[in-house]
């Protein structure tokens, strides 16, 4: 018996279901790709083709939409400390040191719990 419905989907709507495919899997592997996603997040493809009869039933149009699920950006951490200014006016800044109150070193010298140059005033004189 000969198959009557059978479609090649690679030629449907002149090659316009394989092209919107092709499109979604480039965002898929860029998405793979991506270091700020995590890599064990599934991802995926949807193909959707909808068909709406005529009265007659001897034509159907159809309307084809490709889709892809990606994974997220993950978060970024951080911490944050909140205090108040001298109006008591509640105010925050990036925690730097990760301990309240801590300071500590990097490249460019040392710094308060928030990022602040602490400066050596001996060195001054």
Request: aromatic residues 4%.
């Amino acid at each position: 018996m000969e198959n009557n419905y059978e479609i090649n989907l690679s030629k449907l709507a002149n090659g316009g279901l394989q092209e919107r495919f092709n499109a979604e899997m480039e965002r898929i592997l860029d998405n793979i790709a991506d270091q700020n996603t995590d890599p064990g997040a599934k991802r995926k493809v949807t193909m959707n083709i909808t068909f709406k009869p005529n009265d007659n039933r001897d034509i159907a149009d159809t309307v084809i939409e490709v889709k892809s699920t990606l994974a997220p950006a993950v978060g970024v951490p951080t911490s944050i400390v909140i205090g108040q200014d001298n109006d008591g006016k509640v105010v925050g800044q990036e925690l730097k040191s990760r301990i309240k109150d801590q300071t500590y070193f990097d490249e460019e010298g040392v710094k308060t719990d928030t990022g602040d140059m602490i400066y050596d005033l001996r060195k001054s004189k």
